[in-house]
Every structure is written in structure tokens, then in C-alpha cells.
């Protein structure tokens, strides 16, 4: 055999063998990432099935430890309902109390009406020790009943235009819908140079509605109310968000013993940063207190003061009222008198 084939035969033997090495390598590589996979994929999911576990774990000893002081906290109501509901002998006395408080047509048991008439028990008595006669029960009748009135009242609202250059706009209640028909008018409003707003028998409402006819007048970051509660983190500074849209050359506010509560606010609001506001009437019914009304089962609501609301400028008119700049005039309609106030401005 001659050099040559021998050295050829070797060539193809080491290239044989660096195939051969290759080809190991190559398996080699693959059976890693393929055992890296395996091992990997039963991780990853065991890891997101350990976080889960421990989140419910967490979330369990959460609840159970709320559910532990609710009892604790309720422990001394739960067993004295327990012991009057459903143990007192003398069903004739709990008979006549629930007759008291809860309407025949509303009765259900002992047990069901118990928190019902605790409620109205509790309220009446503080009606009687302080006249709050703004906390207290609702009935669903009495709830429903609410609303309806509300609503019917409102859509008394009205503009009325007196002369070519003054109007009057009567709002019967702050609510959602007496607000909503002073903004959708506010156009033909602003179209006058004199307003005479009409705020007698107005009872008041929501303070948001307030609020929201008041940012019709006041500049911008102007406060519009104060209010006060017993905890300080819901205690607030209530200011104008939108400059004024209205720029009336004279405001006359009409007002009398039947104006109050958030009424009151938008007449302390006006006449603290409106110029030119003038209010003539008898002094204002004076209610500057809050309620928070919290639906409950069964179609009955709960309302409680549980706010001081106070003026722009801290004053608070509760008990006392807001006197009129001008008395009303019984020889006059009240509408005559402040026409004639204008014509004694021009």
C-alpha cells in the first residue's frame, strides 16, 4: 500500500470519528435543553400553585381573623337578641313594642324585625332628649314615599322672566333634578342682566346638588361649605371647581322660614362671593346639619346627622338662621318688592 492511500485512509478515518463527535455533541445539547424542559415546565407551575396556595392561606386567616373580632365586638348584641328575640316569655309586651315601631304590613318575626326596632327605639330617644328629629327609621313606604316627593317637588322648578332684562328662577329643592334643570337653562339664564332666585320653601337636599348650582356663581377655588364630623378623615373643605358662568349685575335671593339646610348653604355661598346679592324675605328656618341616609335590608333606610356644616366663612347658622338683608314687606308681594328693589339699584 502506498503512502498516499494511507494517509487517505487516515484522512476519512478522522473525518469519520469528527462526524461522529459532532453528532454526540449535538445529542448531547439537545437531551440538556429537553432535560432543562422538563425540569423547568413541573417548576414554574408548581411555583405558581405554591402562590396560589399561599394566597388563599393569607386570604383564610384574614377573614377568620375579621370574623374573630366581629364576634368579639357584636358578642354582648348578638346574645341579648338571641335572649329577647327568641326566649322572652312575655310575647305579649314584645308584641305591642313591634306593633310601635315596625307597620303591620312589615312585620316578619321577633328575630328578623329585632334590628329594625332597636333602631327606631334608639332614634326616638334621641329625638326626644335633643329635637334631632332628622335621625331616625325609615319604612320602605316611608323611603319610597321620600323619593317620590322629592321628585315631584323638583319638577315644580321653573323660569319665569319679568322684565326685559330680569328673571326669575324658582328652585323648589336641591336635588338632582331641580340641579340638572338650573344647568340646562343656564343659557337662556345667562341672557338676563338681573336674577331673582327663588329659594322660599325651599327645604334644602343634597349638598353635592348645592355645590354644583353654587359653581354656577362663585369663582374658582372658592370654598362653598364647610363640613364637620366626629372623625377627621371624612371632615372636608368643599370649593368651587369651575369659574363662574353667570356675571349678573344684581342678584336678589327670595327666602323665608321655610328655607333651610342646604338652601341655607347656597345663600351663605352667594352672599360671601357674589357682589351685588341681596336677600329680602324673613329670617331662614336654620338647619346647618348634615344627614347620611344608608339604605338597609328589606326595602328600610337609616338617616342620621352625622355633619356640621358650617358657611364659607366658618359661621354656622343651625338653631339661629340667616336674617334677610331686607324684611318682606306684608303690604307687597315678595316678587313686587324685590322688582321695586331693583328699580331703586338702577
Known amino acids: 500500500m502506498s503512502v498516499y492511500e494511507t494517509n487517505n485512509d487516515n484522512l476519512c478515518k478522522q473525518e469519520e470519528n469528527n462526524d461522529e463527535d459532532v453528532s454526540k455533541d449535538i445529542i448531547n445539547d439537545q437531551t440538556q435543553v429537553l432535560d432543562q424542559a422538563i425540569t423547568t415546565i413541573p417548576t414554574k407551575k408548581y411555583r405558581r400553585q405554591r402562590r396560589r396556595y399561599r394566597f388563599f392561606q393569607i386570604s383564610f386567616f384574614v377573614l377568620l381573623i375579621g370574623f374573630g373580632f366581629t364576634v368579639y365586638f ?14 322572652y316569655i312575655l310575647t305579649d309586651a314584645l308584641e305591642e313594642m313591634y306593633a310601635n315601631h315596625i307597620r303591620e304590613e312589615n312585620r316578619q318575626s321577633f328575630r328578623r324585625d329585632f334590628d329594625r326596632v332597636v333602631i327606631s327605639v334608639f332614634t326616638n330617644y334621641l329625638t326626644d332628649i335633643n329635637n334631632d328629629r332628622y335621625t331616625y327609621l325609615y319604612s320602605p313606604q316611608e323611603h319610597v314615599a321620600v323619593r317620590e316627593r322629592e321628585v315631584a317637588r323638583a319638577r315644580t322648578a321653573a323660569i319665569t322672566p319679568l322684565a326685559d332684562d ?3 328662577l324658582f328652585v323648589p329643592n336641591l336635588s338632582r333634578i331641580a340641579r340638572d334643570f338650573v344647568i340646562d337653562n343656564k343659557e337662556e339664564l345667562a341672557g338676563y342682566s338681573n336674577l331673582i332666585l327663588d329659594l322660599r320653601g325651599n327645604s334644602g337636599g343634597w349638598l353635592s346638588d348645592f355645590h354644583r348650582i353654587a359653581d354656577l356663581f362663585v369663582p374658582r377655588g372658592a370654598v362653598l361649605s364647610i363640613e364637620e364630623t366626629r372623625m377627621n378623615m371624612f ?3 368643599i370649593t368651587s371647581r ?8 344684581n342678584i336678589i335671593i327670595l327666602q ?10 347656597l345663600i351663605l ?13 324673613s329670617t331662614t328656618f ?6 347620611v341616609t344608608i339604605p338597609l335590608t328589606g326595602g328600610y333606610a337609616v338617616r342620621a346627622t352625622a355633619l356640621l356644616v358650617h358657611g364659607p366663612d366658618g359661621t354656622n347658622i343651625h338653631m339661629t338662621g340667616i336674617p334677610a338683608d331686607i324684611p318682606y314687606d306684608p303690604d307687597m308681594d315678595m316678587v313686587e318688592q324685590a322688582l321695586a328693589q331693583l328699580d331703586d339699584i338702577r
Open 74 to 87: 357584636n358578642y354582648d348584641y348578638w346574645v341579648f337578641k338571641t335572649l329577647i328575640a327568641n326566649n
Open 286 to 291: 336654620g338647619k346647618g346639619i348634615g344627614q
Open 242 to 249: 369651575n369659574g363662574p358662568f353667570f356675571d349678573f349685575d
Open 235 to 237: 371632615s372636608r373643605t
Open 256 to 265: 323665608n322660614g321655610r328655607t333651610a339646610s342646604a338652601a341655607e348653604g
Open 166 to 168: 330680569t328673571v326669575q
Open 269 to 281: 355661598a352667594l352672599r360671601y362671593h357674589v357682589p351685588n346679592v341681596i336677600t329680602i324675605g
